[in-house]
C-alpha cells in the first residue's frame, strides 16, 4: 500500500481539479491519511508503526497535527518528523516522497538517485499532484515503486538518459575522434555507461554488447554520434528508435 499523507487543509487537490483520492480510483493500492493525532511524548511513535509495512510514503513535509478539540495545531509538525526520521529513516527503511509549496527543491535537486535513490527532497506540490495519477497507475500495473515518475514525469527515461549522456561525453571530453574507443576510455564511469546501455537496449545483454565492442571497434566520434544520436531519440519519441551497429 501507498500511503498519501496530506492534511489538504486548503483543499489544493480539489483546486488543482485532481480528484483520485476523493474518488478512491485506486482502493487498494493507496490510501489517503489526512489527520494524525498529537501525542505528548515526541518519542511517542506507536501510532504510526503501521507505515512500517508501505511501499511508499508520500508525505506532506509540513503536515500539521491534529488535535481532537481543537483541529489542527498550526505550527506543530511533530508527526511528519516522526514519519521522516523514525518510520521511514530518510527512505532507507520506507521510500519516501516529501512534498510541498513552501519549501520545494529546484528541480535537479528533486531527486538523487546517486545519493539515495529511496527519496524525494522536495518536490514542488502543485507538481507532485499533477504526476500522481501516472506513479500509482505504474505501481498498480507493474508492483514496483518508480520514484522517477514523480520526479521527472512518466517521461522519466529521457531525462534520465539525458543526464547520463552528459556524464559519459564529458569523461571523453579529450579523447581524440579518430583513435579506437575503448571502455578504459570511461574509467570509473563504467557503470553509468552500463546505465545508459540498459536503459536504451532493456532486451540486450550488457555482457554480450561488451564483448561484440571488443570484437568490432568503432572510432571514438562514432562512439560520440551514437549517444547523442540515442538521447536525442529519447527526446524526441520517449524511448530509443536507433541500433548501436
Known amino acids: 500500500m501507498i500511503y498519501l499523507i496530506d492534511d489538504n487543509q486548503n483543499n489544493q487537490r480539489q483546486r488543482l481539479g485532481i480528484y483520485l483520492v476523493e474518488e478512491d480510483i485506486f482502493k487498494g493500492y493507496l490510501t489517503s491519511i489526512e489527520k494524525i493525532e498529537k501525542r505528548k511524548l515526541m ?19 509540513t503536515l500539521e497535527d491534529w488535535d481532537r478539540e ?7 509538525t511533530t508527526n511528519a518528523v516522526k514519519i521522516k526520521e523514525n518510520i521511514a529513516n530518510e527512505g532507507a527503511s520506507v521510500p519516501l516522497v516529501l512534498f510541498s509549496n513552501k519549501e520545494a527543491q529546484s528541480d535537479e535537486n528533486i531527486y538523487r538517485p546517486d545519493k539515495n535513490p529511496n ?3 522536495l518536490i514542488q506540490k502543485n507538481l507532485f499532484y499533477s504526476r500522481l495519477y501516472d ?33 559519459i561525453l564529458e569523461t571523453i571530453s579529450t579523447k581524440q575522434g579518430d583513435k579506437n574507443f575503448v571502455i578504459s576510455d570511461i574509467s570509473g564511469k563504467q557503470q553509468i555507461f552500463r546505465n545508459f546501455m540498459e536503459l536504451s537496449f ?28 540515442i538521447t536525442e531519440s529519447f527526446l524526441k519519441y520517449g524511448k530509443n528508435i536507433c541500433t548501436w551497429k
Open 43 to 61: 518519542s511517542d511513535i506507536s501510532h504510526l508503526d503501521f507505515l512500517r509495512n508501505a511501499k511508499c510514503i508520500l508525505l506532506h513535509a
Open 70 to 76: 481543537t483541529g489542527f495545531i498550526k505550527g506543530s
Open 119 to 121: 527519496i524525494i527532497n
Open 135 to 167: 506513479f500509482v497507475s505504474h505501481y498498480k500495473d507493474m508492483n514496483v515503486i518508480e520514484l522517477r515518475i514523480l520526479a521527472f514525469g512518466k517521461n522519466f527515461q529521457a531525462i534520465e538518459i539525458k543526464r547520463l549522456s552528459e556524464i
Open 202 to 229: 532493456p532486451h540486450d545483454s550488457w555482457i554480450t554488447f561488451l564483448n561484440d565492442l571488443e570484437d568490432n571497434p568503432i572510432q571514438v566520434n562514432e562512439f560520440r554520434n551514437k549517444i547523442n544520436l
